[in-house]
Every structure is written in structure tokens, then in C-alpha cells.
């Protein structure tokens, strides 16, 4: 994973050391992900609601009968990640793509016939790579202005701020 970041990451920010944050701004401008929002299931409701402050990729409030999640689509790579979605309607910290070989315990919300599992086929099928709370947590070598230490895939691929 940290090679194939570091070469979306280059192309993406221009350096890892002294990153261009302007140029993010302009891959979320072009909106790279319509297609992929707009193959989603009718029955869902999605809510683009990506904040070009601080989001470093596509986000989206996708509610379903029963439940929801934010799902998060980098435009660094191919990466996404899913958070579940509170009843009040705000991103949960729970991290609904399970690491693999996970056990099954831990991947219930992925499991088939879910809405979750529908979203994580779907979001895989488009080409993106699914990543964990696990995955999310490991640090990379990009240098971020207002970090306080080590930077996050999280932080690298979705949302530094």
C-alpha cells in the first residue's frame, strides 16, 4: 500500500514534503465521480456533501431503509472508505469495510444481502480499493502543515484537516 500511495500521492499533491493543497481543489472541481454516484442504487438517498476546505476526495451521505453511511471516495487513488451513519444523520467513527481475513464478528454489517455489503460490491466493481479502520490508521510520509505528529492514510487520502 505505502508505494502505490506514495505514487498517487506525488501525482496528486506534487511532493510529499512540501505538498500543493491548491491542486486537490481542482481534482474535486471536475467532479471525477459523478458517473459512479449516479449508478447507485434510486432507492438510496445520496447527498453529496463534501467539504472543499479540508476533504481530500468525495463524500457522500448515503441513506437506505433501515440505516446509511458516509462513504468516502479519494481522488489521490482508488481508495474508499464507508463510516455508518448515525440516526441523527452524522458520520459515526465505526469503520464499516472490514479489514480482510477479518473475522466474521467483526464483518456483520458487510455481510451478503446487507445494504452495506451492496454498497461495498458496488464501490469494489467501480474500481476502488476498500479500506479498514486498520489500513486507515497506518502512517505515511506526507508532511502536513497543521499535523501534530504522524499523518494518517485517513488524513492523506480523505481529510486532513
Known sequence: MTAAFEEFARRAYGSLDHPAYHRIGK????????????SLPSSWQVEDITDDNCDVGSVWRIGWAGGGAVLRLSVIGPYATAFALHPDGYETDRCLFPAPGAPAARASA???????HRL????????FALLSAPELARTVPLRLPDADGPVTLYEALFCFA
Do not use: M, W
Not at 481534482?27 to 449516479?38: G, M, N, S, T, V
Not at 458487510?110 to 452495506?116: K, R
Open 110 to 116: 458487510a455481510e451478503p444481502g446487507t445494504e452495506v
Open 27 to 38: 481534482l474535486l472541481e471536475q467532479d471525477p465521480y459523478r458517473p459512479f454516484r449516479a
Open 120 to 127: 461495498a460490491a458496488l464501490t469494489r466493481a467501480a474500481g
